[in-house]
DNA sequence: ACAAAAGTGTTTTTGTTACACCCATGT
DNA sequence: ACATGGGTGTAACAAAAACACTTTTGT
């Protein structure tokens, strides 16, 4: 009746950002190759808790928004030794750190979702199922805020949906779709680059906070 | 670094029915009290094969449909001994006994979701859950025909349906939405109720396969 | 003949999609 | 003056909601 028997409770992240036009994925060093973040849940811990603090540890990240994916047992992995992981998924805004410092020293890199490296176990499929997770979550609720920075323009926030989605929406249903949400407003500043007129600055109005459409 | 020690690995299940215009949940006799079906995973047991065998043992359900919900951890409920519960939730035709034998013989016994007793740690909480996580479904994909016996009226469905979500529905839309998703089939046999004109009885083109919608 | 649930279409309203031009800036 | 992305409204279409009467059976 002891299902406990050399048992490890593990969390796996899917620490996800734009950069670029790209929807990547954050992986950290692990011994020779490269993993998702995560690692053995400590006595007494929470589930999220353990995950956030794998994050910090292993990637820099904190504060980030974090949603509990799936639950997978691998019966067997190696001698005797079972593993059972809670995966989960992270946004990260798009100023964190893209990449920094040399290729070699670097204990985390981002790399794109369709440029996954022969992996973790299972790291691709899980990958995978919170890409899809993400996807379907931009068409009820306001996640997408969750990897903006704290200002953004409303085509960054555009293409961060196309990002996610692999396609091109028009811009101004996209607009209309958005603001009638009511889930961001202007700053009043404006955000200038060189060579076109200055876009609208815009923040979200409950920063942190995920709301449900309908 | 090991998070293994006195870990149980659990399976709770909320097993569902529609009983006469009430959506229910399955309790297990447990010592004293009812509890939702569940026990702990076995050593290479998959996780949702524990939840099938428990479901099977203390209830005597076979084959329904099954889905994972959530993963929860009490970080420390008695002395030392933690445990985390892979919650799922089963749907259950209509056809199964609803209750049968004395109340006092039951090993387990249908209650509904409004009326559960002060029960299991967090046993209300996950029954909640699951009751939302299936409204929503009901939306998007064909999941209701799992909790429908292989023949059905359009008005059984229509009931499952308005049970689950709590609201009325209007007969022509609603017919209208259900036979345009393709699921189901006339048997070409009528019901015969007395007093009122026969039903035709339909059936899933798939049963057993949920499909999504567009 | 009456009660009771089954069955059936059309109109109205709402939301979604498609689409093209002017604006403000830097070079 | 030109290149670049920012910003804006309307018409067509599709989907969802509202709505009432006839049919078939049993009593």
Redesign the pocket.
Known sequence: MSGAAHLTLTTDVVPFAIHGERLEVLLARQAADWRLPGGPIAAGEELDAAARRYLAAQTGLNDVYLEQLYTFAQPKRHAGQRMVTVAYFALVSTDFPSDDGAPADRQAHWIAVNELPAQAPDGAEIVALAHRRLASKLAYSTIALQLMTEHF????LQAVHETILGETL????F???IL?LDCIEQTGA?E?????????LFRAKRPGQVDFIK
């Open positions: 323009t409303l085509s960054e028009d811009k101004r249903n607009r209309k779709r009638a404006l200038r680059r060189r060579g076109h007129r200055p876009a609208r």
